[in-house]
């Protein structure tokens, strides 16, 4: 009896990742130009910011490509921008699907329009967003309202003995939350996607409801309408000297920002060491492709296509 117990805390130790683990996120780059793919920087150092360390998956990424990267990586990371959903999203998110399904705890997140593609490829659906029906380009805001029993806004793992927030309080009472969008999801659309779960709504200019945030009911998937990377990581300026966006650098702001990157990194967390260094993907830290831009990205990472 006792080697038995013995072998099951052995076991038990070689699946559970160190207290200084630091789970592997993958975010697909964008098109740049006609020869390169970016990533802001202000994305990596938010998931850097929360414990994580980084990986690129390619826009134009095939198949087995897709693949050897989420096998050696613990969550994917859909950032914002403005191209329309790739097949290289399609390939992970059904793989990763099939992975949790399996009892792989993998999971996915997107902001802005990554969002954006996790609604409709939740949905199975490109119809379900609204195009250009929103006036919420530069618009601070805080969430309107923010469901309390959700695991996105409820503090957990092993932060949660000394990290004493009210989060729904947080994003409530104070504009944290940078809307950079035209397009979105309404609350009536919302309530017909199984499984979807609406945790915040906002309005636009013209009063227009959007859902703002959401979490799987079943799966490790969530999303955020706003850009909370921002907050923390991006003080880019226009030609005037004056901020290029308006993100809230406040304690609130910066403190909500950390407490969604922090929640995503130990969702990751969960699902064990999966990186192999001589695998073939390599982390964006050391890449070395980093350029200045005097614009809203401070820094953005470039790569040849």
């Known amino acids: 009896m006792l080697r038995r117990i013995l072998l099951l805390t052995v076991m038990a130790n070689l699946a559970a990742p160190t207290p200084d683990f630091a789970p592997v996120i993958a975010l697909i780059s964008h098109p ?59 390939i992970a998110y059904n793989y990763i699907t099939d992975l949790q399904d399996s009892g792989v ?10 969002f954006q593609w996790l609604t409709q490829l939740i949905a199975n659906d490109t119809s379900v967003l609204s195009l250009d029906a929103f006036d919420s380009e530069d618009l601070l805001l805080p969430l309107e309202s923010v469901k309390k029993d959700s695991r996105m806004f409820t503090l957990n793992g092993p932060d949660s003995d000394y990290l004493s927030i009210d989060l729904p309080k947080l994003f409530q009472e104070h ?13 009536t659309v919302a309530g017909n996607i199984k499984d979807y779960n609406v945790l915040s709504l906002n309005s636009d200019r013209n009063g227009i409801q959007f859902v703002s945030s959401f979490e799987h009911g079943t799966r ?17 300026t226009d030609e005037i000297n004056e901020p290029a966006e308006p ?17 995503y990194v130990q969702e990751a967390v969960k699902s064990g060491d999966r990186y192999v260094p001589d695998s073939g993907v ?17 820094e953005t990472y470039l790569w040849k296509v």
């Open 105 to 114: 705890h993998y999971p996915m997140w997107g902001t802005c329009l990554g």
């Open 175 to 187: 504009a944290v939350t940078l809307n950079m969008h035209t397009d979105g999801i309404t609350p």
């Open 32 to 90: 740049f130009n006609s020869t390169h793919e970016f990533i802001p920087n202000s994305y990596i150092k938010y998931l850097e910011g929360g414990g994580a360390r980084t990986v690129r998956l390619p826009f134009t990424a095939s198949d087995d490509e897709v693949k050897r990267v989420i096998d050696n990586t613990n969550g994917i990371f859909f950032i914002g921008g403005e191209p329309s959903l790739p097949e290289s999203a399609i």
């Open 282 to 298: 390599d982390m964006i830290f050391y890449s070395n492709n980093g350029i200045e831009k005097g614009t809203n990205h401070e």
């Open 220 to 236: 490790p998937i969530y999303g955020s309408q706003f850009h909370p990377e921002k907050n923390g990581f991006e003080y880019g």
């Open 247 to 263: 993100a809230d650098h406040s304690i609130h702001g910066v403190r909500a920002a950390f407490e969604l990157a922090r929640f």
